[in-house]
């Protein structure tokens, strides 16, 4: 159910909407707590009505509260209750059984800018931008992969690039929490939360890794595809494996080379070249 302006979620007046993704409805909302401005991200009823699923998700957002990085979306806590006299839970709080019921959302930081998926609108960006663009991803995603945090869904409208150049991770929705926190990409991880299981196809269709497409467990590598996919589309133009379908796109996925890149970019050096090409690779091995 869209909220209207003037709706209070607890200390949250509901000001406008700002858009819905893959995880719910987002808005514009203030904090009349503390007198800021917030992203209020509300989450399906069907959550709600699920304790299982809720608590997960309240797991995960405690897990990536703790992230405080720059390039990482900051999430400041997990509001409960009626849309009009809700309650609140602080991200340390423990919910209350019984308490699974009305308006579930996420609280965010607010950012002013675009998705990078808004900025390709245009085509492709000069090397030099993709480069920083792609470095404060991989920062962000180290930061995530220390704390033991896979994504799973890297892909331009998870992108957010603020007015002043910063790039932030959006949308941690299909992340899942790992046993422990790992030293690098090359460390298998096995999968401990996220509510779903070895088998399952999550993610979106051209960014997801040949392991992803295949349904096996994830570790921090098929981040890493992700990644070079969205470099190639930041160089390019154009989705690296992209087909007339989504099955045929997973079979380019699976088994076709990268693209070449220079043709189309006469400006691309060897050295970028190589980056997005080991991303990219069909066997998380080989991925740095």
Sequence with gaps: MALTPG???????????????????VYRARDTSLGREVALKVLPDAFASDPDRLARFER??????????PNIAQVYGFEQGPAEAGHHIGIDGPAEAGRHTGTTALVM??????????????GAVPP?????????????LAAAHDRGIIHRDLKPENVFVLTDGRVKILDFGLARQIDAPVAGAAQTMTAAF?????????GTVGYMAPEQVRGATLDARADLFALGAVLYEMLTGRRAFQRDTAAESMTAILKDDVPDLTPSRADLSPALDRIVRHCLEKNPIERF
């Excluded at 209070?8 to 993704?21: D, H, M, N, Q, T």
């Excluded at 995960?60 to 990085?69: G, R």
């Excluded at 996220?194 to 999550?202: E, L, N, Q, S, Y």
């Design 109 to 122: 930081e607010l950012l002013e800018g675009e998705t990078l998926r808004d900025r390709l609108r245009d």
């Design 7 to 25: 709706t209070r979620v607890g200390p949250y007046e509901i000001l406008s909407p700002l858009g819905a993704g893959g995880m719910g409805e």
């Design 60 to 69: 995960e957002a405690k897990t990536l509260a703790a992230l405080n990085h």
């Design 128 to 140: 030099r931008k993709a480069i920083d663009c792609g470095a404060q991803i991989a920062r962000g």
């Design 194 to 202: 996220g509510g779903t299981d070895p088998g399952t196809v999550m």
